[in-house]
């Protein structure tokens, strides 16, 4: 059980294009989803906190208006990088957390990898 | 400065030996300690939670001491399928356990 995907698992997309990033809960629900960056040989990063059905938690530093995210649901949060520039090439990983029955371990993505050319 | 450093590596260690691994961390708040485990272009994967009495799982073995806010994981015999990076993480107090990761220290195991 706690299993999350991601979809897509890697994308190329061209400069000034958006990008939407999706990240479901397939076993559990999800009361919590957090979006983490990294970038080459650097830590993750934590981006923002999402809980379903309120706005999203931003960190210092992280654009909410260029990283939009949705938690409509329990088992899905997308994150949509608009406008992306070659500087938001990274890896984008999700992860998600119960709160419950899985206490407040959170069970990460497989990752997404976005290269902007 | 960082909140978690570690010292990024690599250890090239031979199959069978032991290696061990510090972090420290800044924030004195700071509530829960992991060891994740990452393997190239992959997620992170819990290893094990670190506690203040030390905790063992086979072949590793992780220790806190919270008066020098200092971390350690030790791995004894390693295989060559230890070969990956280890991530320090802390999570940080308020909030809901936010975590905080260190660059990672990599280990390549070589027969």
């Known amino acids: 059980g706690a299993v999350v995907s991601q979809h897509p698992s890697w994308v190329i997309c061209k400069s000034g294009t958006s990008v939407k990033i999706e990240c479901r809960s397939l076993?559990?629900?999800?009361?919590?989803m957090f979006w983490y960056r990294q970038f080459p040989k650097q830590s993750l990063m934590l981006m923002a906190t999402?809980?379903?059905?309120?706005?999203?938690?931003?960190e210092q530093g992280v654009e909410k208006d260029k990283f939009l995210i949705n938690h409509a649901s329990l088992t899905l949060s997308t994150l949509t990088v608009t406008s992306a520039h070659p500087e938001d090439s990274s890896f984008y990983i999700c992860?998600?957390?119960?709160?419950?029955?899985?206490?407040?371990?959170?069970?990460f993505g497989p990752g997404t990898r976005l290269t902007v050319l | 400065r960082k909140e978690v450093e570690q010292d990024p590596g690599p250890f090239n260690v031979p199959e069978g030996a032991t290696v061990a691994f510090n972090c420290t961390y800044s924030?004195?708040?700071?509530?829960?300690f992991f060891w994740y485990r990452q393997d190239c272009r992959k997620e992170p994967k819990l290893l094990m939670s670190?506690?203040?009495s030390g905790n063992e799982d086979g072949r590793f073995t992780a220790q806190l001491n919270r008066a020098s806010q200092y971390i350690s994981l030790l791995i004894r015999d390693s295989k060559l399928s230890d070969s990956a990076t280890y991530l320090c993480?802390?999570?940080?107090?308020?909030?809901?356990?936010?975590?905080?990761f260190g660059a990672g220290t990599r280990l390549a195991v070589h027969p």
């Open positions: 076993d559990f629900q999800a009361t919590t």
């Open positions: 993480v802390v999570t940080r107090s308020g909030g809901y356990n936010k975590l905080i």
């Open positions: 670190v506690y203040s």
């Open positions: 992860s998600a957390a119960s709160g419950t029955r899985l206490g407040n371990e959170q069970f």
């Open positions: 924030n004195s708040a700071s509530q829960s």
């Open positions: 999402s809980n379903e059905g309120s706005k999203a938690t931003y």
